[in-house]
């Protein structure tokens, strides 16, 4: 057994399949730019940005400087009663670039905690409004929320959710998926067909009675199910119904805010505004963990009753607003907006749709989906075998073609980084048609 393969031998790795993985393991010893250094120090283009979080590329300088400077400063502080000036500006930073109404920041230290923040602040709005009886949730299916209990419950991936199942929290309905390759296959950008799938909120409303339901989770564009675009109007019309029954709307965009789509928020890019965002990733550019929950100005002022000493909110993390992750992420959204990152990524969009699409015709292709830098190709399965393609195209893209790309079962997903490089993609996608045609 090789070195690489002894030093894994304590570490149960997350979402891997830890016994393959440590037959020959596939490790990642440093970054810069766009592209990673192995451990036999081959360099690799990173075409998922991380995961998710990297947007404006590994190691920048100045984000690097700043978490630098900031712990050699203050390395830790209480934020429970006492307040850094670190977090207080990476908040006002935030909220300016959140849509309008939107107030308050609220910080944590992953998607995962990001969601289950959003979901107790919901049930607490409508607590201190009078209105505890909303305490229902409703998700979708295929949605991703993270792994913490109250993200899995409202989540709708059915791995993530098998072995909990029992134990998840009661009160919690799905929609229905979006995507039905008979009508959306080889959509560019939003599919036209889906929009009537918001319906299926009014139906649980009815099932359930709108005033029981405290609040709506969705992810603009679903992420971890293999990215599937919301159809034209679909956002539009689960806005229209929650307002109708009074039920907040959450949109989960760990992985879509930060420029995704070419915009700050995917709520700007679909011009439809929930009453809560959750956010991690890009927030400090993968650098230091860190999410956060904004809110508007009308959720926030129904918690502020009470006594001016009594704590309105008993909730929060040891590393809330930590001074260090905080200084990554004001690093983070200088270098967003002095190197112009979102607008990059908004005119790459479209190159990027192209390349992805020339897969259109492969025969061993049977979807192919895109929405700002996020996209997929879905292989064919082998009879018998489904995720084995998949699996296989991991591997020799990190063997054999010096790529990091992202599988899910047979899905190739694409999160390039924000300000790339046109020729890497060209060179990238050439080699992973090379693997496709040689791939059993």
């Known amino acids: ?34 592209h990673y250094t192995t451990d036999d120090g081959r360099q690799l283009y990173d075409f998922f940005s991380g995961l998710w979080t990297s947007g404006a590329g590994h190691c920048h300088p100045k984000i690097v400087e700043a978490v630098q400077k900031q712990v050699a400063k203050l390395d830790y502080a209480i ?3 006492v307040g850094n000036s670190q977090s207080a500006e990476l908040a006002r930073r935030v909220v300016d670039l959140a849509p309008s109404g939107f107030t308050q920041c609220f910080f944590t230290n992953s998607g995962s905690e990001s969601v289950d923040s959003a979901l107790k602040i919901a049930l607490g709005y409508h607590r201190a409004r009078g209105e505890g009886h909303r305490t229902r949730f409703i998700g979708r299916e295929r949605g991703y929320h993270g792994v913490n209990f109250g993200g899995m ?29 008979t009508h959306t296959a080889f959509s560019r950008g939003q599919p036209e067909w889906g929009a009537h799938l918001a319906e299926d909120l009014e139906r649980l409303c009815a099932l359930h009675d709108g005033s029981n339901i405290a609040a709506v989770i969705v992810e603009p564009v679903a992420g971890s199910a293999g990215i599937l675009p919301p159809p034209v109007g679909y956002l539009e019309r689960l806005r229209e119904i929650c307002d ?24 700007e890019y679909f011009n439809v505004k929930p009453d809560i965002i ?23 002022d129904a918690f502020m009753q009470g006594p001016d000493n009594m704590i309105e909110l008993f909730h929060g993390y040891t590393y809330s607003g930590h001074p260090v992750a905080a ?37 061993l292709v049977k979807d192919v989906r895109n929405c700002g830098l996020m996209g997929a190709i879905d292989l064919e399965s082998r009879d018998g075998a489904p995720g ?3 699996t296989e195209m991991h591997k020799r893209c990190f063997w054999e073609a010096d790529l990091m790309i992202r599988t899910g079962a047979d899905t190739i997903a694409f999160s390039p980084f924000l300000n790339s490089n046109l020729k890497d993609w060209e060179q990238s996608f050439d080699k992973i048609r090379h693997l496709i045609d040689t791939i059993e």
Do not use: C
């Open 1 to 34: 057994m090789s070195a690489a393969q002894n030093q894994f031998d304590a570490h149960w790795m997350p979402f891997t399949a830890n016994r393959d993985f440590k037959k020959k393991p596939r490790v990642i010893e440093s970054a810069s730019g766009h």
């Open 244 to 267: 109708k029954h009074g039920i907040l709307l959450i949109f989960d965009e760990v992985i879509t805010a930060f420029g995704r789509l070419g915009k700050s928020f995917a709520a």
């Open 327 to 363: 200084a990554a992420g004001i690093a983070s959204m200088d270098v967003y907006e002095q190197e112009g990152i979102f607008e990059q990524a908004s005119e790459l969009s479209g190159p990027f749709a192209d390349l992805l699409h020339s897969f259109d015709d492969h025969p």
């Open 79 to 81: 934020t429970f009663q």
């Open 278 to 300: 959750t956010t991690a990733k890009g927030l400090t550019n993968g650098v230091i963990p860190m999410g956060a929950v904004l809110v508007t100005e009308r959720i926030y």
């Open 153 to 181: 419950s409202v989540g709708g991936m059915v791995p993530n959710r098998k072995v909990f199942s029992a134990n998840l929290m009661p009160g919690v309905d799905h929609m229905r998926a979006t995507m039905d390759l």
């Open 388 to 390: 084995a393609r998949g």
